[in-house]
């Protein structure tokens, strides 16, 4: 409950202003449209108290500011005159930006692409940030020097831009400067692009959050200069970050309650900067306590191949089973460049020891695995993470127990899941976002029948959930203990963009399951659950509910009933 | 000899019979005029003398009758007489004339008009194109009003005119271009024993002009008096004007017209007076509209006397004494109302073929408002054609003063030239001297001197101007004009407007909106002018969120042609930066003819017990780059987190540390405007976030009340799509892009967080 009202304070305090109406002392009286001033509007328009200056103001200049801040608000035709003393300020009606057209923007810059703009205040800082929307468009189009001018018409609620995009330019090699105090070339690790790519300035900025992520700065950006219309240089700067990083946090959703994480992440360590984190996470269903070491262990400083050993346990506890698994698997770790996307690969052994206390399988499993994984990544996927609208990532995973090393028989698991993103009709902000994601897993077992045995709950397909068929409760699929062998999820989702000034977008869902108690089948029953929910972008991260209804088609008798499910989460995302 | 003899004698012979020949014939048309003056002669003349003209008369005649030895009695009557020639074609359906005569010596002298009636119908006369003008004899004009005995017959014979009758129904004037001008006229004297006349006349030329006459007249003891009244329209303007007139010894003509021109009323009385020596004219109650139509221009006693040449008749001296009265019905004008004396003399002389008038004149006013005196003459010259050459010798002083700017401030109250803040609450005296110098040619050269004392509300605006006006052209029509000034800010201090620790109000309209002006036409300037403008005491500038008045010592030179040039120095004062004592040496703004930038060159030094820093403020005052440098030399990032937070980097913490990155990338890359500079030195600086592709900042600054604030530019793009967002001191939302083993999928993990580092 106090994470609920701390977030509940977050959402709905008022951001902090001084903004008021004018007093009536002040001799101006506004008619058409009750409206706010600042406090130093207030002391331009009624003059200052104790100022002998700027105490009173004259019936001109109070028109003449009038007029100024009334524009600030969209009231550019206003009619003002005087009643006696007071001077009364008939608004008029508040300009509409009614259409926006470009002169001199390439061809692959659509002006109709923009999105709340029409119909919204025709202000200043409407114009301003259209301006910038129109700059920011170039920069992503590969013009990193565009300038722009806005002009409008209050009539007619016209806005017409007039752009000069620059020389387009491409990415390549760049300079550091600022507190650098690590060779570049570990930097070059988390560039997104590739030499002589397209300019694109999402691509820098998602190098700056890859490089922030890492906790090696406190602050990394690139920085252009331009001369003429032309990039000169592209220059990377920090500021640098103490090597060690202690968080605590929290989260929650209503699948596994409140979230706890604490976490120390030790940054920078040898020449090569290397990285040790450590990182404790709770939840009424999960505890993982886990620390892992990036051994960067080329020569080349640039190559992001590590050797990664984790040590750690993880303790699930949920419906259908409660298992602690403990493991050690030293892993090889890669990552390669695309122009579009980032391939990412991780190989080697897994040493893993699960006790199961209450589930199907042998109570104790020792295993020592092959643990392979390849995961491709759009960088637009990977670049609006955090507020999801295009791009697509897929992962195929492969873990192979080797029969006669701790296990009995050889066993393995493969699976192969993404998410793909649509902006439908590409508008900014997006109007809608089609959302595609699916998992389709098996196992492959020697025909001994004793290999299954082997197979610990936690390696077994349990589907239900926020993240995969929402109809159905966290992992309450199959409605047996024993867990799927074999698992197909497909899920749909189609959710507004921006619609509205409150960052509210609704969703509507369909998901589709089905699950196979054997491995390499798939049983007869299908598991849909449409739904909807809604979706609130706050400051703090956004907020999903989600009602679905889980419906089994061709039900056998484990399988549960079905009905609706709700979901609220904090963060998590289609 | 005895041929030429005989020769001479028979020349003599013969000339005494021919000279008795033509006695006899005289003395035969003396006895019967009739005999030769009658009809058939009279068109046979016609006939053979103007064979162009055709003539013709329905009745003709023409008789005569002795009156005593020397005189005759004549009466010619004809009816309908009609004349057609080269562009003449006229009827007159009578024309009566019966009048008597004498031989006076050897010429005929009418002693007697009884009768003469000219009935005329329609006469049209088509005029030719060009007609050549003589020049006139003089280029000065004989104003000389005869006396009216000079020009009549001696009263016996005026006593005897009978009926006089002078009519034309339509006189058509046909131009070769444009509407032909008709006339009608008629002047009667019913006869004998009536000595009225009475003229009706009327004049018209399509719609644009008509013209009525109606008067009449008396002429008794050789005096004539006259009354009646001139109305009509011309060229859009529109004139009535009753009018009274004596003439005997001299002519005396009194007027009150009434004069519309395109809704501009011209009323008033004029009297006029006029003999054979001096003219006169005054003017009472006049009413002159001026450029505006609810402006007036009244002429109180105005009085125009001439003296006349005496053999020529022009005006050689002449003086004008006049009071003209300006005033207005403007609600918005702050001026109600204006009275000037003009006093001006003039005599005008003869050169050989041109004309010069030397002139005299002074021009007073005393308002409440202001004082005006404005004393000039000189010779101005013309040519025969009145055409003006030029001035020599011109003289021209004029002194004006605002004694009380109080007085000015009170009468332009809301009014649209209201003085604003913060000048509404200065009190004092404006002067302006402006005094004409030996000039060359048609040049004019004016020392123009303004003075300004002023003060009040903790402010003073005095000031010392001095300029060099040189005025080319101005008789000619096309006045230039150059002027050269040297302004002095003695002493100024003003107060800007007042701010508080929010983010400053547009203080301009934004010019994006709205239709976009054309450019303005590139036409001929006519006034170029530059200007020098330098600061005697220091020019203090007091602003609410500073302690200290900032003083600015001004060296500028301004142009018509270019952009201001020189430097605006901001002089060593002591200041707050970021609530730390620090002080400026100087800031110097080096404006430049070919630039638009204002580069800035500043110091400002922070000392404390550490470490001296210097704040060098460079580049452009629109993007001023902050340079910091120590001694002992310290990092810019230790600087900064000196200046901003009084710690060491390794004392700071998080947030602070990344504050100070922020704060020196943002000073180093001139991100912030100088305003804003000044606006976050006044304060101190919780955090401070700064995105330099966007070139956007947050800046968090604590008031005093323990409250925070925040000013920031465009965030918006940083905000989106951060991956750690700080909401506070150690606290920020963090979102991951989470890996779920088990379940394939990536997920966002969203926390809120405390975080340390070390």
Known sequence: ?574 | MHVLAKLLKLTAWLASFLLAVVALTLLAIWWKPERLLNERNVSWAISRFAPHWKVEWEKFHWSFSPRGALGKDTALLLHDLCVRGPGVDACLPELALDLGFSIDGFSPRVTELRNLVVRAGKVRIETGGDTAQEPPSSPLPDLRVPRLGSLLPPQESLSKLGVLELSVEELELAPPDGPPLRAAARLVKPGREEPRFALVASLRQGKALAWKLDASATLENRQLEASGLVSGRASGLRLRAPFSADWGEELRLRLEPRLDTGGKRYRGKLALSASDSALGLEATSLRLPLSWRSHRLAANGCALTARLHEEKGYPEHSELHCSLHVSTTAKSAPVKEATVALEASTELGLGGNSVHADLDFTARSSQRLFRAKVEGGGRLNFDHAWRFTGVTRPRLTADASIPRFSAVRGLLAGSPWAVPAPFHVLEGEIALAARLEASEGDLLPFRVSLRTNLTGGGQSVVTETSALVQARGVFAGKPAFDVEAEAKLSDVALEAPPLRLESPPQATLDKRFGPRAPPAPKGENNVRWRAHVTSGKPVRIRASLLPEPLPFAVDLRLAHDHRPAGTVTLLPVPVEIFKKRARVEKVVFTLRESSEAVELDGLLIYRNPEALVRILLLGQASEPRVVLQSEPPLSESQIVSLLLFNKSVQELNEEEASSSASMGQALSDGAFGLFTLMFLSSTPIESVGYDPVSDSYSVRVRLGDRTTVSVASDFQGERQYAIRRRIGKRWAVTSELQREEDEGSSSLLTLLEWFNRF
């Open chain 1, 1 to 574: 409950m106090p994470f609920l009202a701390l977030l509940a304070l977050f959402l709905l305090a008022p951001s902090p202003s001084s903004a008021a109406q004018l007093q009536p002392e002040c001799g101006i009286r506004l008619e058409g449209a009750e409206l706010d001033f600042s406090g130093t509007e207030e002391d331009w328009l009624c003059g200052k108290e104790g100022s002998r200056a700027w105490g009173t103001i004259p019936l001109n200049q109070k028109r003449y500011f009038l007029r100024r801040f009334l524009q600030e608000r969209g009231y550019h035709e206003p009619e003002l005159s005087l009643e006696g003393d007071t001077l009364v300020a008939r608004t008029g009606p508040q300009a509409e930006a009614k259409s926006f057209s470009v002169e001199g923007a390439p061809p692959a810059l659509d002006p109709g692409k923009r999105r709340r703009l029409l119909g919204r205040a025709l202000t200043p800082a409407l114009l301003s940030e259209t301006e910038s929307w129109l700059g920011r468009e170039l920069q992503e189009l590969g013009y990193p020097c565009p300038e722009a001018e806005l002009s409008a018409q209050p009539g007619s609620g016209a806005i017409l831009g007039k752009v000069a995009a620059g020389e387009p330019a491409t990415l390549g090699p760049i300079a550091s400067e600022g507190g650098v105090d690590l060779p570049h070339q570990i930097l070059d690790r988390y560039t997104a692009f590739v030499d002589a790519q397209a300019f694109d300035i999402r691509l820098l900025e998602l190098s700056a959050r890859r490089i922030l992520a890492q906790d090696l700065y406190l602050s990394t950006y690139y920085d252009l200069s331009c001369e003429a219309g032309k990039l000169a240089r592209i220059t990377r700067r920090f500021v640098p970050a103490p090597p060690r990083l202690i968080t605590a946090g929290v989260g929650f959703d209503t699948e596994r309650g409140p979230l706890v994480r604490a976490r120390y992440r030790r940054v920078r360590i040898g020449h090569a900067a290397n990285i040790w984190e450590n990182m404790l996470l709770a939840t009424l269903r999960e505890q993982t306590l886990e620390t892992r070491f990036h051994w960067f262990f080329r020569e080349d400083l640039a190559s992001p191949m590590r050797l990664s050993p984790s040590l750690g346990f993880e303790r699930e506890d949920e419906e259908r089973f409660e298992a602690t698994t403990y493991r050690f698997s030293p892993l090889f770790m890669n990552e390669w460049e695309k122009p579009s996307l980032q391939l990412a690969g991780e190989l080697g052994p897994s040493f893993e020891r699960t006790v199961t206390q209450r589930g199907p399988g042998e109570r104790i499993v020792d295993s020592m695995r092959l643990v392979g994984r390849l995961r491709a990544t759009s960088h637009l996927f990977e670049y609006y993470a955090t507020s999801p609208r295009e791009g697509w990532t897929a992962a195929l995973d492969g873990s192979s127990r080797i029969g006669g090393f701790l296990s009995k028989e050889s066993a393995s698991r493969i699976q192969l899941s993404y998410d793909l993103l649509w902006n439908l009709g590409g508008f900014d902000p997006p109007w809608l976002v089609f959302g595609w994601r699916g998992l389709a897993g098996t196992f492959l077992l020697p025909g001994t029948g004793t290999a299954e045995a082997e197979v610990p709950p936690t390696d077994r397909f349990y589907l239900g959930g926020d993240a995969d068929i929402r109809g159905f409760g966290r992992k309450e699929l199959p409605g047996a203990e024993r867990g799927f062998l074999t698992a197909l999820y497909q899920g749909f989702e189609l959710r507004a963009g921006e619609w509205w000034d409150v960052p509210l977008q609704p969703l509507v869902f369909l998901d589709l399951a089905k699950g196979g108690t054997k491995a390499g089948q798939l049983d007869r029953s299908l598991y849909l659950a449409p739904g909807i929910g809604l979706r609130y972008e706050s400051f703090i991260g956004s907020l999903r509910a989600t009602l679905g209804r889980g419906i089994v088609r061709n039900r056998r008798a484990a399988d549960p009933e079905g009905g609706l499910q709700f979901f609220l989460s904090l963060g998590r995302e289609f």
